[in-house]
């Protein structure tokens, strides 16, 4: 298993690790006031930049599954199982309460591991050292301290992100019981715990399902009353993924101008109809539909390049945004929807239309070519889009205007808006709905598809 990466947002003690080759390479804990939809992937990138590394080297996922925070699981398990889905590698779900005992099972004894849990409650659990890994010896529960007091009968190991408070009003519940405490001010990283037990468990072949995996609730999520009333449906982390060209930015006749002037330097021609019927595919595949069995990597690197230099160079100065555009991002945006552009363009192009056409603080994310290995109808550029927003694809929407697009998005098991820019209504018909602008468009559609009815 080359390189695993382990994500553990189940309480506000956040962390991730990285472990290769057997080897802990990298490791990073925060604490997040409630904040990993915005730090955890930008941190998680850093850190596997640090280490040399990028997303695409990953080769599993492991996540910890709760007891934890309603908020940073929901975050943490919908970035795993959506990473785990688009890279299509394995996904490894373990219990926080697991994670919590495992640095203190060499011991011998019987690890209780706490984890507070409100209103002077705890969950806790109870594990045994078993081979490489651990048993379950109590199922985890929601307890109080003097009932978990009377529970333990025998020389055990008590750890957890509890005080130093806790610890003397437990001791003292336990009377001349032979308990030993993990100190209070040290906690080692869950992150790499994950990802040590993780690793046995994807060898012996105990993987989770990215559809099935769910997080363990041991009591109903609290959720707070909205501060505001509002006629706008509200998001509750909903997403929106927009494709870039033939959605957004009005760029294929620049495409299709820079891919004839490409290929004709090599003597051979494009015509309007090869550049549609390859719209919205990856270069290397649009070179191959061409060139065949001489599109070897070089050839495609150098013909790639070129394009998108003269892309870039005619666009530069006459790039427009469709009609309707710029007034549903302006909607979509203080309704909640979470934003990304995902496209098969570079990276360059991306940030060349989104500064041309000032859009760029509509987008909270944005994925290109070189962030996936397999291009649409493959549904990876949608699920990673996903990923970056830390939301699941059903919170998503995609707004595409080619069929690899929307065939891609329905894949992804996400709804699907599709928009005549490029392409004829019969072309798009797995779409959710079809239209011929984006003005036709509004917060309230898109509510219908992923969102929540509004309240008065």
């Keep these: 298993m080359p390189v695993l990466i382990a994500i553990d947002t189940a309480t506000p003690d956040t962390g991730l690790a990285i472990l290769k080759d057997n ?22 990138e850093w850190l596997l930049e640090s280490a040399g590394l990028s997303l695409k080297d990953a080769s599993a996922i492991a996540v910890s599954i709760g007891p934890g925070s309603f908020n940073g699981l929901r975050v ?68 109080n301290l003097a009932d978990l007091a009377a529970e333990i009968s025998e020389p055990c190991v008590i750890c957890g992100p ?48 990215p559809a099935g995996l769910q997080p363990l609730y041991l009591r109903r999520p609290q959720i707070s009353p909205r501060k505001h009333r509002t006629g706008l449906p ?15 930015a009005d760029s294929a006749p620049f495409h299709m101008r820079a891919w004839q002037t490409t290929f004709a330097e090599i003597g051979y021609t494009f015509s309007a109809a090869d550049f549609y019927r390859t719209f919205g595919l990856r270069n290397d595949m649009i070179i191959y539909s ?78 290109s070519e070189k962030d996936v290995t397999k291009g649409k109808p493959n549904p990876q550029v949608f699920l990673l889009a996903a990923a970056r927003l830390c939301a699941s694809p059903e919170e998503c929407l995609v707004i595409e205007d080619a069929p690899a697009g929307v065939e891609a998005a329905k894949k992804a098991g996400m709804k699907c808006i599709a928009v005549t820019n490029s392409q004829q209504p019969q072309a798009l018909s797995e779409a959710d709905m079809i239209v011929d602008t984006l003005g036709k468009i509004s917060v309230e559609d898109i509510a219908g598809f992923i969102g929540l009815a509004g309240t008065k």
């Design 23 to 44: 080897e802990i390479v990298a490791q990073y804990n925060w604490l997040s006031h409630q904040n990993q939809t915005v730090e955890l992937l930008p941190r998680l």
């Design 234 to 248: 509200l998001s509750q982390n909903k997403a929106v993924i927009w494709d870039m060209d033939g959605v957004i």
């Design 162 to 209: 509890i005080s130093q408070t806790t610890q003397d009003e437990l001791k003292t519940l336990l009377g001349g019981k032979k308990i030993v405490f993990a100190p209070a001010d040290i906690r080692p990283s869950r992150a790499a715990s994950l990802a040590r037990l993780a690793k046995k468990r994807i060898e012996d072949g105990l993987t989770d399902s």
């Design 76 to 143: 943490g398990l919908s970035t795993a199982k959506s990473l785990a889905f688009a890279l299509d590698i394995p996904l490894c779900g373990i219990g926080t309460l697991e994670l919590a005992a495992y640095p203190y099972l060499a011991s011998g004894l019987k690890v209780w591991a706490l984890l507070p849990s409100g209103q002077q409650e705890y969950a806790a659990g109870a594990y045994v050292k078993d081979g490489e890994g651990l048993k379950e010896t109590a199922k985890p529960y929601i307890t």
């Design 290 to 367: 061409v060139l065949g069995e001489k599109s070897d990597a070089d050839t495609i690197h150098t013909l790639a390049d070129r394009k998108e230099h003269l892309f870039r160079e005619y666009a530069g100065q006459e790039i427009r945004l469709f009609p309707g555009v710029i007034e549903l991002l302006k909607s979509l945006k203080p309704a909640g929807y979470r934003m990304a552009i995902a496209s098969s363009a570079p990276l360059a192009n991306i940030k060349l239309v989104m500064a041309k056409l000032g859009i760029g603080d509509y987008f909270l994310a944005t994925v």
